[in-house]
Nanobody, 131 residues
Framework: QVQLVESGGGSVQAGGSLRLSCAAS????????MGWFRRAPGKEREVVAT????????YYADSVKGRFTVSQDNAKNSLYLQMNSLKPEDTAMYYC????????????????????????WGQGTQVTVSA
């Protein structure tokens, strides 16, 4: 049974930082993609960042490039999202997700996605950024 448990959300002022963590267990695939997604009230889910299990490939949504950093500790089965220079528009529920290896339309491993490749999801952690 795959379990993904997020932590680290909270409330910060604009310009502040937060670090999200995701503890994964029960995942058997050696070649896998891990990702962070978010859903803001009244908006559709969007991908934030993804990472391939061999740590060779990272993907970021344009809206977070240069501010967010995704990382993974395979020894600890943990996924992280360091969020700096937070903006009010980053306010959302953030989800950790896992998928079998896939490539996106550009050929990038674990690349751009709407989330359909991801079949395991955490319960989410709320991030609120005030102006």
């Amino acid at each position: 049974q795959v379990q993904l448990v997020e932590s680290g959300g909270g409330s910060v002022q604009a310009g502040g930082s937060l670090r999200l963590s995701c503890a994964a267990s029960g995942y058997a695939y050696s070649r896998r993609c891990m990702g962070w997604f978010r859903r803001a009230p009244g908006k559709e889910r969007e991908v934030v960042a993804t990472i391939y299990s061999d740590l060779s490939t990272l993907y970021y949504a344009d809206s977070v490039k240069g501010r967010f950093t995704v990382s993974q500790d395979n020894a600890k089965n943990s996924l992280y999202l360091q969020m700096n220079s937070l903006k009010p528009e980053d306010t959302a529920m953030y989800y950790c997700a896992a998928a079998r290896y896939y490539i996106d339309y550009t050929g990038r491993p674990c690349g751009s996605t709407g989330g359909n490749e991801y079949n395991y999801w955490g319960q989410g952690t709320q991030v609120t950024v005030s102006a």
